[in-house]
C-alpha cells in the first residue's frame, strides 16, 4: 500500500452542488498533487501544493480549489459541479518537488458522479 | 497534438506472448519518463522509469529515444495478471507535474 488515503470512495452530487474531497499523504510528505481520470482517459492535473501553498496549476477554472494542512491532509473543493465533473479524483504525495526523482505515491481515488 | 500519445488499445493477446507499447511526447522539454500500471478502477501504481540506456526489470524492457521523442515498453511472456491499462508519463523540466497518456488496455486471455 501506498500509505496515501482518500475519503470519501465514492460521491454522488447533482449538477450545482458543491463537494469536498480529502486526501491523506504519507507522513513527511510536504507536495500533494491532485488529478482529475475521466472515463476513458489519463489522469489530468488540476493543481499542486507544497508546504501548504499552491506550487502549479493545470488547465481547469477557479471553482477547482484547495488546501493542504499541516498534519499532510488536503483537500480539493468544486463548485458548481458540472455533469462534465464526474471523474475519479486522484491525489498524490511526494517527499519534495524532484519529479524526475521523487516517486508520486497516488491514493486509491475519489468516484464522483454529477447527476 | 496531445502532449503524450499511445497506442489507442486494447491489446488483445494470449498468454505467453509478448506485447509492446509505444508512446510519443511533443514537449522537447520533458526530463524524465515513466511507465504507470493501472487496474481497472484502481489508481495509477509506478511500473518502472525510463533512462537513455534502456532498462529491464524482469520481463518488463523499456526504452527511450530523446531524438524521436519515442518511449516504449515490452512485455515478455505474457501473464494473465498482466492485464491492465498501461499509461506512459513524463515530467516537464521545470515542472514538478506529472502528464499522462490516456493509456493503452492490455487483455491476457487463456
Keep these: 500500500e501506498t500509505g496515501v488515503t482518500q475519503s470519501p470512495t465514492h460521491l454522488i452530487k447533482t449538477r450545482g452542488q458543491q463537494v469536498t474531497l480529502r486526501c491523506s499523504s504519507q507522513s513527511g510528505h510536504n507536495t500533494v498533487s491532485w488529478y482529475q481520470q475521466a472515463l476513458g482517459q489519463g489522469p489530468q492535473f488540476i493543481f499542486q501544493y507544497y508546504r501548504e501553498e499552491e506550487n502549479g496549476r493545470g488547465n481547469f477554472p477557479p471553482r477547482f480549489s484547495g488546501l493542504q494542512f499541516p498534519n499532510y491532509s488536503s483537500e480539493l473543493n468544486v463548485n458548481a459541479l458540472e455533469l462534465d465533473d464526474s471523474a475519479l479524483y486522484l491525489c498524490a504525495s511526494s517527499p519534495g518537488l524532484e519529479t524526475s526523482t521523487d516517486t508520486q505515491y497516488f491514493g486509491p481515488g475519489t468516484r464522483l458522479t454529477v447527476l | 497534438r496531445k502532449e503524450v500519445e499511445q497506442d489507442p488499445g486494447p491489446f488483445n493477446v494470449p498468454e505467453g506472448a509478448t506485447v509492446a507499447f509505444n508512446c510519443t511526447?511533443?514537449?522537447?522539454?520533458?526530463?524524465?519518463?515513466?511507465?504507470?500500471?493501472?487496474?481497472?478502477?484502481?489508481?495509477?501504481?509506478?511500473?518502472?522509469?525510463?533512462?537513455?540506456?534502456?532498462?529491464?526489470?524482469?520481463?518488463?524492457t523499456a526504452q527511450l529515444n530523446r531524438a524521436s521523442q519515442y518511449i516504449s515498453l515490452l512485455i515478455r511472456d505474457s501473464k494473465l495478471s498482466d492485464s491492465a491499462t498501461y499509461l506512459c508519463v513524463v515530467n516537464i523540466r521545470g515542472y514538478s507535474t506529472l502528464t499522462f497518456g490516456k493509456g493503452t488496455m492490455l487483455l491476457v486471455s487463456p
Excluded: I
Excluded at chain 2, 489508481?43 to 520481463?59: Q, T
Design chain 2, 25 to 60: 511526447y511533443s514537449n522537447s522539454a520533458s526530463q524524465s519518463f515513466f511507465w504507470y500500471r493501472q487496474d481497472c478502477r484502481k489508481e495509477p501504481k509506478l511500473l518502472m522509469s525510463v533512462y537513455s540506456s534502456g532498462n529491464e526489470d524482469g520481463r518488463f
